[in-house]
């Protein structure tokens, strides 16, 4: 562990310098996304499914005027559909002008945390779910992933539907 | 001021900014190509613009730097010298731009110094280098107002005001004033009003505006007060037209959006609560929502013409330039597109134009020589199809020079040699879109630098366009662009399948029918095509919910449903729906780049209840038609430009077995039904086999080693003509494939046309002009025959085959000499060599030269002008008649309307005999 703590001091961008996460549970797991990355967090009304398109599309909305593409981050994350019952929830992101929606099952709180706290991946993560991460956080209690948004946005449009 | 004029500043000043922020990295970093480009573009199309406005200071400037910035290109090192020397051409063309703006001519001057210096630069290249870089600093050192501009005050009184020496006359108006009034109005808004200037050499040019000041205030003319009446007339036709950011149009259309669905929101509210006091001002603000939608939705549509008003007058002085005789004419100037798209597209098409001008139209005397009118004709036309917008920039000129891009593209390292000699020219004709390809031998002022069509391409692919060329050497060339609705707003229908909505586009949609399983029309199998018989013609049909694979298996009725009868360039087809709601104004939004990719959509839109739903794109779904009719034979992959040719010549083709174990395919077109009959209803009368058809007893006829089934079910191919029928007996019909026909192997055996590969095997085309007779011994003859000495010649061209073979017949049998032509140079070549036609019959679709350009190469030369011309079109549509006309033919029929042909052709003919 002290060597891969010693690994991520490459990392670093400043001594004490800290991040702003908004967490997010998916599938029983808490991720975080950074604050500066997220625009809103939504309730995914009236979602249109897009036809032949990858299966981690959940669909398209209309929020406020623009068209948001929603992921399906658990479709994305390898894990299984989300069947509690309770509505979805979503963040807003933006790339390069496009609006996107991150499909979560539920907001948490927002936390301040250190970067030089934020530990690489572990080696064992799942592979699907390793892509998207951009590292972990320890906190009280159970463990943050840090979601790397551009990654998540990364979809190969080769991904099809069956 | 001149519109043309105003236009040039306030497009080149936007360019300007734009390049300023370049020009900052340019300097820091010279080797960067793409920087370079987007100056070496500026200044093209600043040298190109002024060449037709009259501006020879500015132009020879422009022209200079462009040589030594095309130097850089070609890869020439760039110094820090050539950097100060790029940079200190363009501050003296802002200089001379601002004096332009403030007097409209170009301040008197002289550029020799700059000019020479690069002109030096370019000759001496690494040797000018080293030259004494005082001198080039004095030149950057321009922008004093002493420099080259001193000669002329006005051009200095926008930077220093007091130059003035004398009082100001009545009328005119004081520097400062005009300063103040450049600062405080829009660019666009420098009216004639604010021409007049103090300037004692000004003084001509100033008389009239003078005298609309006088006129515009008569009491206060004798005073120097009336400058400010001058303002206020300047302030009154701004008023009329202001320029607006489109981003503000852009906002304010979602707001609309925004207040639509809070509208609908409302709406419901009160349709549960039935007395409702708000009930009346909530149909007010219906309504006046409804106003303002639309009422912004126009603010973003403009006619194309707008971008092609500068064109003609630059037709005109590159005519004169080149000593040319050019026409320009121009089509479809009314055809509305969104503004956005507009701007993007100007450019390309000037470049375009003086393409055509300076390369393709060759020179009086050569044309001459060639048999053409001296007068060379460039043609602009822009229309609707399919949801796209059409644009065609054609030429009658020489075409393009195959064999010169070949050798430009190998030595630009483009291609390589073996590659060239598996490509088709059409292929090779697409080189010329790529960045630095010119084939010009001279370097003229006019074009020929290869920027133009890189330009070109680079603006349209913004827009997520296509663009295309296509030219016949001797001929001309054209070049089509298609823009995709996107940013266009369209009337679409809304239909439904498998619980979700989708919005066709109107322009593709013919017709609506609704299929039921008891009436004239229902939709039956072929095997597992389905296909709709409407009006005598079978239609293939795809289930919209099949085809986006989010068919959920309740599929009920197969008989039943809506057909949404779809028509892409010259393929038909039906959309199979679960429902059809009612058509809206969309307005399309680019899909996100993560859908792209999937080509059944052409985008999004929100509809007015707020939902997003997907805009189908017809030419999508045409593809998967040709495709699924091939899903067990995969053809070879072709590449995907050959296969989009390939498209627009598909055949529909119904195989079927007869005789032998070998398929036999005739076009589904000449078909009229597909009957299954009981055997025991065939009967045998005077030797031949008959059966009672529709109240009418109709001969069966058996290809050689068929037949007749005397149990069970008799499969015929039923063909119509003039409320006769005929049966054609065959073993079993197998499947309707889309293909390109193309008969290899013509038929030695009777009945056959050839041999043609279909699906990956080798099918005998049938010809159903054998059959016919076969029935009824005067089937083609008994339409009126003519006395034969009279007969009339009828010149056919078509690249097909089977409709040559079939119609031949069909015309002689009416009682005309035929000629018939493979393609359009043919037919030209029989036209020309001296026999004399009295009609020309053409195919629309045809490879290199098409219908249309055939038509318009037939009306530009002079001895045919008056030749009646009937198109021939499996492509009939009110776009496609309209798009005919414009071509200059008489006539449109539809290719398997043989009454409708012989009618055509008579009334054509009988004109021609009158006006004889």
């Known amino acids: ?162 | 001021m001149d519109d043309l004029l105003r236009e040039f500043l306030t497009e080149t000043s936007e360019s300007l900014d734009t390049v300023d922020n370049q020009l900052v990295r340019f300097e820091q970093d010279p080797n960067n190509a793409k920087i370079l480009d987007n100056i070496f573009r500026l200044v093209h199309t600043i040298k190109g613009t002024c060449g037709f406005l009259g501006l020879p200071r500015l132009e020879a400037l422009a022209h200079a730097g462009e040589t030594l910035m095309g130097k850089f290109r070609d890869g020439m090192p760039v110094t820090g010298d050539a950097v100060s020397l790029i940079l200190a051409s363009i501050d003296r063309i802002k200089e001379i731009l601002a004096g332009l703006e403030a007097t409209e001519t170009e301040p008197q001057g002289s550029d020799e110094d700059l000019i020479e210096k690069l002109h030096e630069m370019v000759e001496h290249g690494m040797a000018a280098m080293s030259a004494p870089a005082p001198l080039v600093a004095s030149a950057s050192a321009a922008p004093e107002p002493a420099a080259p501009v001193a000669a002329i005050p006005v051009a200095e009184g926008t930077l220093v005001p007091q130059t003035l020496e004398r009082a100001l006359r009545p009328g005119e108006v004081s520097l400062d004033d005009l300063e103040r009034a450049f600062q405080e109005t829009a660019i666009e808004v420098v009216a004639p009003a604010l021409v007049p200037s103090s300037a004692p050499e000004a003084e001509p040019r100033a008389a009239s505006p003078k005298k609309e000041a006088k006129e515009a205030s008569k009491p206060a003319a004798k005073r120097p007060s009336a400058d400010l009446e001058v303002v206020a007339e300047g302030d009154k036709i701004a008023n009329q037209s202001i320029r607006v950011n489109v981003d503000t149009l852009e906002h304010l259309m979602t707001m609309v959006s925004e207040l639509v669905l809070t509208r609908n929101q409302l709406l419901e509210i009160s349709r549960r609560n039935e007395d409702t006091e708000f009930k009346v001002p909530l149909q007010r603000l219906s309504n006046v929502t409804a106003e303002l939608q639309e009422g912004v939705m126009k603010t973003r549509m403009q006619p194309i013409g707008n971008a092609w008003q500068k064109l003609p007058r630059i037709v005109r002085d590159l005519s004169g330039e080149l000593h040319k005789q050019i026409e320009l004419e121009m089509h479809g100037a009314d055809t509305e597109l969104d503004r956005q798209v507009l701007d993007l597209i100007k450019d390309p098409l000037t470049h375009m134009v003086r393409n055509s001008a300076d390369h393709g139209l060759e020179t009086p005397a050569e044309r001459v020589a060639n048999g053409k009118p001296e007068q060379g004709t460039i043609r602009l036309s822009a229309y609707h199809e399919g949801g796209h917008i059409i644009i065609c920039i054609a030429d009658n000129g020489r075409g393009l020079n195959t064999e010169r891009i070949k050798a430009k593209a190998l030595q630009n390292g483009l291609v390589t040699e073996a590659e060239l000699d598996k490509m088709t020219e059409a292929q090779i004709h697409k080189f010329i879109f790529a960045p630095g390809f010119s084939t010009a031998a001279a370097v003229t002022s006019v074009s020929g630098r290869g920027v133009g069509m890189d330009v070109v391409r680079t603006n349209i692919d913004q827009i997520g366009g296509t663009i295309d060329v296509k030219s016949v050497a001797g001929e001309g060339s054209s070049v089509t662009i298609k823009i995709p609705l996107t940013l266009a707003i369209v009337s679409a229908l809304i239909v439904e399948a498998a619980g979700d909505r989708f919005a066709i586009p109107q322009l593709a949609v013919v017709e609506l029918v609704r299929a039921r399983a008891n009436s004239e029309h229902r939709i039956e199998r072929i095997k597992d095509t389905a296909v709709l018989r409407l009006r005598n013609k079978l239609l293939p049909l795809m289930h919209l919910k099949k085809l986006l694979k989010i068919d959920d298996g309740t599929s009920s009725d197969p008989e039943n449903g809506f057909i949404v009868v779809t028509q892409v360039g010259s393929q038909t087809f039906g959309i199979v729906v679960d429902g059809v709601f009612h058509t809206e104004e969309i307005v399309v939004k680019p899909m996100s780049t993560k859908l792209r990719h999937i080509d059944m959509f052409s985008g999004n839109t929100i509809l007015g209840d707020g939902a997003v739903i997907m805009i189908i794109d017809p030419n999508g779904i045409a593809k998967a038609l040709g495709a699924s009719g091939s899903a067990s034979h995969e053809i070879a992959d072709e590449n995907a430009a050959s296969r989009a040719n390939a498209a627009e010549q598909l055949t529909s083709l119904l195989v079927f077995r007869a005789g032998s174990s070998q398929p036999k395919a005739v076009p589904l077109g000449l078909v009229t039904r597909l009957e299954e009959i009981a055997a025991d209803k065939i009967e045998l009368s005077n030797g031949r086999y008959m059966v009672q058809y529709r109240e009418q007893l109709m001969p069966l006829v058996q290809m050689a080693g068929v037949s007749v089934q005397t149990s069970g079910a008799q499969p015929i191919l039923v063909f119509a003509d003039d409320g006769r029928s005929m049966g054609l007996v065959v073993d079993e019909i197998i499947d309707i494939v889309e293909e390109k026909l193309h008969i290899e192997v013509a038929g030695s055996q009777e009945g056959i046309l050839g041999s043609a590969v279909i699906k990956g095997h080798a099918t005998e085309v049938i010809d159903v002009g054998h059959f016919l007779p076969m029935a009824f011994a005067d089937w083609f003859s008994r339409k009126e025959m003519r006395p034969s000495q009279s007969a009339q010649s009828v010149l056919l061209v078509d690249d097909s085959a089977f409709f040559r073979n079939m119609l031949a017949p069909v015309l002689k049998a009416a009682g005309y000499r035929v000629r018939v032509a493979p393609n359009a140079q043919e037919g030209l070549a029989a036209l020309r060599s001296g026999q004399a036609f009295d009609v020309v019959l053409t195919d629309i679709e045809m490879p290199d030269m098409n219908g249309f350009e055939f038509a318009e190469t037939i009306r530009a030369d002079q001895h045919f002008g008056a030749m009646p011309i009937i198109a021939l079109s499996s492509m009939v549509s009110p776009a496609a008649i309209e798009r005919g006309r414009l071509a200059g033919f008489h006539d449109y029929v539809a290719k398997f309307d043989r009454p409708g042909l012989i009618a055509a052709l008579k009334e054509q003919t009988a004109e021609l005999s009158r006006a004889a």
Not at chain 1, 16 to 40: H, K
Not at chain 1, 116 to 125: A, C, G, K, T
Not at chain 1, 148 to 159: A, G, K, M, N
Request: charged share 25%; glycine share 10%; net charge negative.
């Open chain 1, 1 to 162: 562990m002290s060597k891969e703590a010693n690994m991520t001091s490459k990392t670093q961008i400043a001594e004490g310098s800290v991040a702003e996460y908004v967490t997010a549970m998916i599938g029983g797991q808490l991720f975080g996304l950074p604050i500066s990355r997220v625009q809103d967090v939504f309730m995914p009304e009236r979602l249109t499914r897009v036809p032949l398109s990858s299966s981690e599309i959940a669909g398209v909305l209309n929020l406020r005027g623009r068209i948001v593409t929603v992921v399906d981050m658990r479709a994305r994350l390898g894990l299984p559909k989300n069947d509690d019952g309770k509505p979805a929830m979503a963040v807003g992101v933006d790339l390069r002008g496009e609006s996107y929606g991150l499909l979560i099952d539920q907001i948490g709180e927002v936390l301040t945390l250190a970067d030089d706290s934020r530990e690489e991946n572990p080696v064992n993560l799942d592979p699907r779910m390793a892509k998207l991460a951009g590292g972990v956080h320890r906190l009280d209690g159970q463990l943050m992933v840090v979601l790397d948004v551009d990654r998540v946005l990364e979809l190969l449009p080769t991904q099809l539907a069956a």
